[in-house]
């Protein structure tokens, strides 16, 4: 067989001005841009909605219109009360996070009493002349509202699966208002000077005192599983702009026992320490509070 050696010429031609053609419309396309990946949806907000119950105990001083308290109460002396109505508290605290940042408030309004062996009379004022029976009694109603701004400065996760620890430095003011009142057994032959006599006692009261105390914190939050956490708190106040000083100590274990389609609910199990030194006037207006407020608290965290 022969080949025609002219179609040999014209098929390499044809190929070298294939690939010229080629390379020459390769050249006029423009270079490939690579694009960065989208950035990450922006956090969303999460809320915590966390009603507890405290059950206290109290353990200081207290003094109204210049008399002074030592008050050495636990739960079971509170409960022993002869009226219920001295013992009630209504609780709650709820945060709002987003991304680092999170906005954290509590409030508490309790009505406790201590009296017999839980009240101690340490002082008379001196315009109160005669005698006084062993007897007496103190009754706090006190309002307490605290709000703070956190940051997370450090996050970490654990080697199991759902492990995680965080560490939020917090700062804000906790606002007090109270109302305080002695009430001390009567004897005959008394020169009570100001104090209001009602049934055969002398009652002493503040009146309404607030104040506002700066503070600032730490928190520490270790989730051991996804469904179990623990939080630990602190922080410290007052500095002299309000109470002397103040300081708070908070532990509590949170465990997921539902799940619906819009929250996560916990049952909540921990401890909370309270205490302020406050003082106010001088004389018989002196109203001095240095008092540690403590026990378990116990409650519900709604997550959404």
């Avoid at 013992?87 to 309790?110: N, W």
């Avoid at 009240?119 to 002349?129: L, T």
């Avoid at 906790?174 to 009570?192: D, K, M, P, Y």
């Avoid at 997921?256 to 406050?278: E, K, N, P």
């Amino acid at each position: 067989m022969t080949i025609n050696p002219s179609l040999g010429k014209a098929a390499a031609c044809a190929a070298l001005i294939f690939c010229c053609s080629s390379l020459s419309f390769a050249a006029d396309m423009p270079a490939p841009v690579f694009k960065a990946p989208p950035p990450p949806e922006p956090s969303i907000w999460t809320y915590t909605i966390m009603p507890y119950a405290w059950l206290p105990s109290i353990n200081g001083s207290t003094t109204v219109k210049g008399r002074t308290a030592d008050v050495d109460a636990d739960f079971i002396d509170l409960l022993h009360r002869k009226i219920p109505k001295e013992l009630f508290g209504l609780m709650g605290a709820f945060e709002a996070r987003k991304g680092p940042f999170s906005v954290m408030t509590d409030l508490v309004y309790m009505k406790v009493g201590a009296s017999d062996s839980g009240a101690r009379a340490r002082s008379v004022h001196p315009r109160v002349g005669g005698t006084l029976a062993a007897s007496m009694s103190v009754q706090f109603e006190m309002f307490i509202a605290e709000a703070a701004l956190a940051y997370e400065l450090f996050q970490w996760r654990g080697a199991t699966p759902g492990a995680q620890t965080s560490i939020d430095l917090y700062g804000g003011g906790r606002f007090w208002w109270q109302n305080a009142e002695a009430s001390l057994a009567l004897s005959a032959g008394l020169n009570i000077g100001d104090l209001t006599v009602s049934g055969g006692r002398a009652f002493a009261n503040s009146g309404d005192v607030t104040w506002f105390d700066p503070l600032v914190g730490l928190r520490l939050r270790h989730h051991f599983s996804p469904h179990t956490e623990l939080v630990l708190r602190g922080d410290v106040g007052g500095f002299g702009a309000g109470s002397k000083i103040s300081w708070q100590a908070m532990g509590y274990l949170n465990w997921d026992f539902a799940r619906t389609q819009h929250a996560i609910w916990s049952a909540m199990l921990g401890y909370r320490a309270l205490y302020v030194d406050f003082e106010k006037g001088a004389g018989s207006t002196l109203y001095e509070y240095d008092m540690l407020t403590h026990g378990p608290v116990i409650g519900v965290t709604a997550r959404f």
